[in-house]
T-cell receptor, first 113, second 114 residues
Framework: AQSVTQLGSHVSVSEGALVLLRCNYSSSVPPYLFWYVQYPNQGLQLLLKYTTGATLVKGINGFEAEFKKSETSFHLTKPSAHMSDAAEYFCAVSEIGADGLTFGKGTHLIIQP | DAGVIQSPRHEVTEMGQEVTLRCKPISGHDYLFWYRQTMMRGLELLIYFNNNVPIDDSGMPEDRFSAKMPNASFSTLKIQPSEPRDSAVYFC????????????FGSGTRLTVV
């Protein structure tokens, strides 16, 4: 069974600093990979996804993620954090041909002024 | 497009009462998923439907939980009888093509059982 590990339940960065949220997956074959963001009292919103093709994926709000097969990773980055980026971020995987997504536990991103 | 619509947004009920959560998926989406979110367990898939047919309900915690999808535009998740440990945020999500395209989530129903 596939699983998703997000390192760090809480990550704190200063406004303007680099954001790096880590995600590793376990799957026998490269899966489809997703990052979602959840703002307080809201549902999850798709940030970006990797299915096939280019391994560097750009998403909304200036975020991007790189699929590294050799490291089974899909880390999320943003060059310069903004206060509005404070939220919960979830990494998710779906095996090719599968219907459902498996989510990580989430990482709470805190932006320090 | 109004997105995935869930109702109610908040529900407070007493232990032992029946609770019904409602979801209207995006028109044209053929998959519907019910998730539960708690601090302890994170996001858990409860059940999902494809073309109104339940495909996998292995995540439903107990027989007290049941879900239906009588047509392509409506689904319910029912808890009877409710217990305090059922307190959580319940999300409905819909998609086309299963996992490939990702999901669109509703805003959730925050359930509190006292």
């Amino acid at each position: 069974a596939q699983s998703v590990t997000q390192l760090g339940s809480h990550v704190s960065v200063s406004e303007g600093a680099l954001v790096l949220l880590r995600c590793n997956y376990s799957s026998s074959v490269p899966p489809y990979l997703f990052w979602y963001v959840q703002y307080p009292n809201q549902g999850l919103q798709l940030l970006l996804k990797y299915t096939t093709g280019a391994t560097l994926v750009k998403g909304i709000n200036g975020f991007e993620a790189e699929f590294k097969k050799s490291e089974t990773s899909f880390h999320l980055t943003k060059p310069s954090a903004h206060m509005s980026d404070a939220a919960e971020y979830f990494c998710a995987v779906s095996e090719i041909g599968a219907d459902g997504l498996t989510f990580g536990k989430g990482t709470h991103l805190i932006i320090q002024p | 497009d109004a997105g995935v619509i869930q109702s109610p947004r908040h529900e407070v009920t007493e232990m032992g009462q029946e609770v019904t959560l409602r979801c209207k998926p995006i028109s044209g989406h053929d998959y519907l998923f019910w998730y539960r979110q708690t601090m302890m367990r994170g996001l858990e898939l409860l059940i999902y439907f494809n073309n109104n047919v339940p495909i996998d309900d292995s995540g439903m915690p107990e027989d007290r939980f049941s879900a239906k999808m009588p047509n392509a535009s409506f689904s319910t998740l029912k808890i009877q009888p409710s217990e305090p440990r059922d307190s959580a945020v319940y999300f409905c999500a819909s998609s086309t093509g299963g996992g490939y395209y990702g999901y669109t989530f509703g805003s959730g129903t925050r359930l509190t059982v006292v």
